[in-house]
T-cell receptor
Framework: DAGITQSPRYKITETGRQVTLMCHQT?????MFWYRQDLGHGLRLIYY???????DKGEVPDGYVVSRSKTENFPLTLESATRSQTSVYFC?????????????FGPGTRLTVL | KQEVTQIPAALSVPEGENLVLNCSFT??????LQWFRQDPGKGLTSLLL?????REQTSGRLNASLDKSSGRSTLYIAASQPGDSATYLC????????????FGQGTRLTINP
């Protein structure tokens, strides 16, 4: 199916474990983003990527690693999960150019760190 | 630093009413503003995108306006229906760092049958 998908949709893990959240889009959008959504903080940008092999930090990057070897995939890795990383994670994508900054979001991954 | 505020945090109205949701931002240097809808446990659905040069955008029963100089946007929903119940988020794309979106915390809307 066309669009933007995330996997897994739900994940429970333990403190200290490595976790990778996957994001895949079929639109060939240049830009991809990872956000986390928490009560009281709203949506905050973790990392973004302007193209394959180009990534940059957002507002809350600590504890996260990203890579983008292919345009369509943008995985987010928590190298050593902490309880404070319990959140709902959203991936988004858009075309290049600020005039096209209509972002499209995936369904989210609900992550619980015990 | 750009900040986006949405007031009220929650709103409950009877079915059939017209209503307005508010969004304000602190820095008028933006490329555009986007309104989203989020249903419980779901992702965000883009509703309307207004470029900085535009004053309003319409889609069906939705009309969004933008007053960049005063740092305000409104989302007008006509003839509200129970299916409109959701959280509505606005987000701006600042000229400084245009690839990012800065979000408000949303207005949770409930339409009562």
């Amino acid at each position: 199916d066309a669009g933007i998908t995330q996997s897994p949709r739900y994940k429970i893990t333990e403190t200290g474990r490595q976790v990778t959240l996957m994001c895949h889009q079929t639109w060939s959008h240049s830009y991809m983003f990872w956000y986390r959504q928490d009560l009281g903080h709203g949506l905050r940008l973790i990392y973004y990527s302007a193209a394959a092999d180009i990534t940059d930090k957002g507002e809350v990057p600590d504890g996260y690693v990203v890579s983008r070897s292919k345009t369509e995939n943008f995985p987010l890795t928590l190298e050593s999960a902490t309880r404070s990383q319990t959140s709902v994670y959203f991936c988004a994508s858009r075309l290049a150019g600020p005039s096209y900054n209509e972002q499209f979001f995936g369904p989210g991954t609900r992550l619980t760190v015990l | 630093k750009q900040e986006v505020t949405q007031i009220p945090a929650a709103l409950s109205v009877p079915e059939g009413e017209n209503l307005v949701l508010n969004c304000s931002f602190t820095d008028s240097a933006i490329y555009n503003l986007q309104w989203f809808r989020q249903d419980p446990g779901k992702g965000l659905t883009s509703l309307l995108l207004i470029q900085s040069s535009q004053r309003e955008q319409t889609s069906g029963r939705l009309n969004a306006s933008l007053d960049k100089s005063s740092g305000r946007s409104t989302l007008y929903i006509a003839a509200s229906q129970p299916g409109d119940s959701a959280t509505y988020l606005c987000a701006v794309s600042p000229i400084q760092g245009a690839q990012k979106l800065v979000f408000g915390q949303g207005t949770r809307l409930t339409i009562n049958p």
